[in-house]
Nanobody, 126 residues
Framework: VQLVQSGAELRNPGASVEVSCKASGYTFTSYYIDWVRQVPGQGLEWIGRIDPADGGTRYTENFHGRVTVTADTSTSTSYMELRSLRSEDTAVYYC????????????????????WGQGTQVTVSS
């Protein structure tokens, strides 16, 4: 199993960014994919979740509609788009796979994932 993310991004405030996460080695539609971020000196922040089987999503309210997570089953790739970027969005963004049979509704700790992408640094700066 591998989750391979796209490379580092530098954006101006107000711009958008899209990070990809290509999955391999398992049936993409059988597992939820979460997106989380790590700000230096802070804990993990849960962003959202997608069920690749039907495209269903849920998000934290903290982003106020600025984030969209999608999945392309033809390429086994999930995407996370974050809009109206602010300096506070500077972080390392990760995709992570939830174990089979996980609850749709819980927000797990770091231990609640069985595979992780390598992380994508997103820097928002003018």
């Amino acid at each position: 199993v591998q989750l391979v993310q796209s490379g580092a991004e530098l954006r101006n405030p107000g711009a958008s960014v899209e990070v990809s996460c290509k999955a391999s080695g398992y049936t993409f539609t059988s597992y939820y994919i979460d997106w989380v971020r790590q700000v230096p000196g802070q804990g993990l922040e849960w962003i959202g979740r997608i069920d690749p089987a039907d495209g269903g999503t849920r998000y934290t309210e903290n982003f106020h509609g600025r984030v969209t997570v999608t999945a392309d089953t033809s390429t086994s790739t999930s995407y996370m788009e974050l809009r109206s970027l602010r300096s506070e969005d500077t972080a390392v963004y990760y995709c992570a796979r939830r174990p089979y049979g996980s609850s749709w509704y819980d927000v797990p700790s770091k231990d609640g994932y069985d595979y992780w992408g390598q992380g994508t640094q997103v820097t928002v700066s003018s």
